[in-house]
T-cell receptor
Framework: GAVVSQHPSWVICKSGTSVKIECRSL??????MFWYRQFPKQSLMLMAT?????????EQGVEKDKFLINHASLTLSTLTVTSAHPEDSSFYIC?????????????????FGPGTRLTVL | LAKTTQPISMDSYEGQEVNITCSHN???????ITWYQQFPSQGPRFIIQ???TKVTNEVASLFIPADRKSSTLSLPRVSLSDTAVYYC???????????FGKGTRLSVIA
């Protein structure tokens, strides 16, 4: 199956610093990627939709100036947590649907990355 | 708002068949039903997907009644390694994001 990678797999940073998380589709192109956040014992919460060549779309309650998303190419989206605080500590997961470009036929399966564990001290 | 409702948790002994039912009363005509498995500190992993009737693959079966308002994931002869959270999701697969409900936490006991 298709592979989506994330880097780093875990990161520890000091409060006030910025952290960049990369999401790559390794064997397919993705004009759209999604970013989720998951707190312990909770479900995945959609944060934003990353669009190649245009601005990201953020879910209600997600600060776009704090969580900067850049979809630099058809295989790479980055999420930068700016001025991180301990409450931003979470598990961040990206996903990418494969099969984009089809104009309405079939189903585009979504592939998830392995996740990035962020701990802010 | 999640489109699906599942039991919060289930317990099973090794070797038993486990059936997890999901309600999706407002499923749209274009929506598919997809189940994912998630282990702690890992991203969700695709298990099975269907539109109607029955779908079977090497790891699970998915039963969907004619009205499509629910679906049942069947895991045959579970093992300890099947302990995970299972999510049922509906979506039209048109590059729209998947909205996760609370999922079902399956615990397999020896």
């Amino acid at each position: 199956g298709a592979v989506v990678s994330q880097h780093p797999s875990w990161v520890i940073c000091k409060s006030g610093t910025s952290v960049k998380i990369e999401c790559r589709s390794l064997d397919f192109q993705a004009t759209t990627m999604f970013w989720y956040r998951q707190f312990p014992k909770q479900s995945l919460m959609l944060m934003a939709t990353s669009n190649e060549g245009s601005k990201a779309t953020y879910e209600q309650g997600v600060e776009k100036d704090k969580f900067l998303i850049n979809h630099a190419s058809l295989t790479l989206s980055t999420l930068t947590v700016t001025s991180a605080h301990p409450e931003d500590s979470s598990f961040y997961i990206c996903s990418a649907p494969r099969g984009q470009g089809a104009s309405g036929e079939g189903y585009n399966e979504q592939f998830f990355g392995p996740g990035t564990r962020l701990t802010v001290l | 708002l999640a489109k699906t409702t599942q039991p919060i948790s289930m317990d099973s002994y090794e070797g038993q068949e486990v059936n997890i039912t999901c309600s999706h009363n407002n499923i749209a005509t274009n929506d598919y039903i997809t189940w994912y498995q998630q282990f702690p500190s890992q991203g969700p992993r695709f298990i099975i997907q269907g539109y109607k009737t029955k779908v079977t693959n090497e790891v699970a079966s998915l039963f969907i009644p004619a009205d499509r308002k629910s679906s049942t994931l069947s895991l045959p002869r579970v093992s300890l390694s099947d302990t995970a959270v299972y999510y049922c999701l509906v979506g039209d697969g048109r590059n729209t994001p998947l909205v996760f409900g609370k999922g079902t936490r399956l615990s397999v006991i020896a």
